[in-house]
């Protein structure tokens, strides 16, 4: 599974708002810290403040801040939020599923219980637990993607 960019960056914004609780924030420092269009970074940006995540002001001297304490943001909401689609294979669709193996595949229930453990461990995690300073609490320890020969 690989998260889009859009909400690579949308997580992006709002650990940087967090980690400069202190003042507005704009999307031009934004986007020359993390090296995203501007652009991208304004619809991200209306998106939040729509969804009453974001506080937006305009004009000379303005910028954005969180709405909400970063405690207050879990990472997986985020993540669905952000997220246009979940299905990890076609026969996730029953609108567009062809597949011949369907009826008796048990691939689908893998898939669908992988998902699910993956926001199970995402619903972990707040906005302050990803945007703390200091290295995360997993560094140092390597993720094995695949097993050992």
């Known amino acids: 599974m690989r998260l889009s ?5 949308t997580l992006r914004v709002l650990m940087y708002c967090a980690a400069h609780r202190d003042r507005l924030v704009t999307i031009a420092e934004m986007a020359d ?12 940006v ?3 403040a729509r969804q009453g995540v974001l506080e937006t002001t305009r004009g000379r001297g ?20 952000a997220e246009t689609d979940f299905r990890l294979v076609e026969c996730f669709d029953a609108s567009t599923d062809t ?8 691939l689908k229930s893998a898939l669908r219980g992988a998902l699910k453990a993956y926001f199970t461990e995402l619903d972990k995690f707040t906005l302050a637990d990803i945007a703390a300073a200091g290295p995360p609490a997993a560094a140092g320890k390597a993720i094995r993607l695949r097993p050992a020969p």
């Open 5 to 9: 960019d859009y909400t690579d960056y």
């Open 33 to 44: 810290a993390h090296q995203v269009s501007k652009n991208h970074l304004m619809k991200i």
């Open 62 to 81: 303005g910028g954005l801040r969180l709405l909400k304490p970063p405690e207050a943001i879990r990472v997986s909401d985020v993540v669905r939020d």
């Open 99 to 106: 597949c011949t193996l369907t009826p008796h595949c048990r």
């Open 46 to 48: 209306n998106d939040l």
